[in-house]
Structure formats: structure tokens, C-alpha cells
């Protein structure tokens, strides 16, 4: 592979075109693992298992709704895992539900009415919360939800995992953001991958 290399976890079918601007210079390698075959990945794996990803040999890893699918009790050693397999100077990018956020449309009582719309179609409250229905009806049981976070929690996870720098932020509909560094970074160095790797300010 070519200059740095980014990890896809859980790809699906999105390849790093779909990524943030920071990785579509040229520079960037993508290794996609996945749990589905059919999927073709790279790699052929869970999150919680990546025993197939060297230690220390990626630059990046990025995981887009993926950390929502594992148990509560699972979500430290996986981010354990993404930090494992990071080069030391390396980052990992993090998106997933922001599960405050939907909570407050479960407190009005509104669970079934759509609350945005994606490639999926219309993505209600319970879909957020317990996973997209259409996928779990297909038999795509790893699909479903089994965790959630709010912002503070998951900038909580990511420190206790040993992630030495970490910013996240909320952004709407309904997504939360995160950068998190194997190695210390600067406020700045940290300002500078948000910049590039995601597309709003961040708080740590």
C-alpha cells in the first residue's frame, strides 16, 4: 500500500470515498474490514475481534456507526482494539448516534414518526435507538443497537481506553464526532485533524 493507511471498520459497502475531506488527498491506503462477506471487504471480522489487523500498523482507522452494535460491557476493550492496531503517531475517527439528542424526542413521544431521512430511507427514534428495522427484519442481526452515547460518554470510553488526546462534538441530525490520538497531540494538532477529518469545532 501507498503513503498512510486508514482502517474501515464496519465498512459495509462505503469505501473511503465516503469519508471526510482529510482522506481524500491521495495519500491515504484504505483497508476495509467487515463482518459481512458479501460486503467483499479486505478483511473478514468484527470490531470487537481484529486479531487479522496487525499492532501498530495503520495510520488511521475509521468508524462510521459502528461502536453502537457492541454491548455496553464491550465498548472499552473494542476502543482498545482500535487504539492496538494505530501506529503511534496514529488517529481514529468515530461517529455514532447521539442518543441524548433522540432522547428527547422519546420523551415527547415520538418514536415511530421519521426524524431525517438517509440512504436507508426514513430513520426513526426506534431505529436510532435499537437499529435500523429494515435491516434487522433482513436477518442482519449484527445491524441491531445494543449501546448508546451521549458526547460526554463517549469522550468518557475513549479516555478510559487510553486514547491520550481526544475531541468530540454533537452535530445534527442527531451524530456525534470524535477524534481520538494514540499518542498526545497539542490543542492544536488536535484543532487541525478536526479540521481535516471531520467538519465542525470540537470540544475535548
Known amino acids: 500500500m501507498i503513503g498512510k493507511t486508514v482502517l474501515h471498520v464496519g465498512s459495509g459497502r462505503q469505501t473511503i470515498k465516503n469519508m471526510p475531506q482529510g482522506f481524500q488527498d491521495g495519500s491515504w491506503s484504505e483497508l476495509r474490514l467487515d463482518i459481512e462477506p458479501a460486503v467483499e471487504p479486505d478483511i473478514i471480522g468484527s470490531i470487537t475481534d481484529m486479531s487479522a489487523v496487525e499492532e501498530g500498523s495503520v495510520t488511521a482507522l475509521y468508524s462510521s456507526h459502528n461502536i453502537e452494535h457492541v454491548f455496553s460491557y464491550e465498548v472499552v476493550p473494542t476502543l482498545r482494539e482500535f487504539r ?74 475513549l479516555n478510559e481506553a487510553g486514547f491520550a488526546s481526544v475531541a468530540g462534538y454533537r452535530v ?28 465542525k469545532p470540537a470540544r475535548s
Not at 120 to 127: N, Q
Not at 175 to 192: E, F, G, P, V, Y
Open 84 to 157: 492496538r492496531v494505530l501506529s503511534d503517531d496514529g488517529f481514529a475517527v468515530i461517529t455514532c448516534p447521539d442518543i441524548q439528542e433522540v432522547a428527547k424526542h422519546v420523551a415527547a413521544g415520538n418514536l415511530a414518526e421519521p426524524l431525517y431521512h438517509s440512504s436507508m430511507g426514513p430513520i426513526t427514534a426506534l431505529d436510532i435507538m435499537f437499529g435500523h428495522i429494515g435491516a434487522v427484519q433482513r436477518g442482519e442481526f449484527y445491524m441491531a443497537h445494543r449501546t448508546g452515547f451521549s458526547l460526554d460518554l463517549l469522550i468518557a470510553r
Open 172 to 199: 445534527q441530525p442527531f451524530q456525534l464526532w470524535a477524534i481520538a490520538t494514540k499518542s498526545a497531540r497539542s490543542q492544536a494538532d488536535m484543532l487541525n485533524l478536526v479540521k481535516a477529518y471531520t467538519t
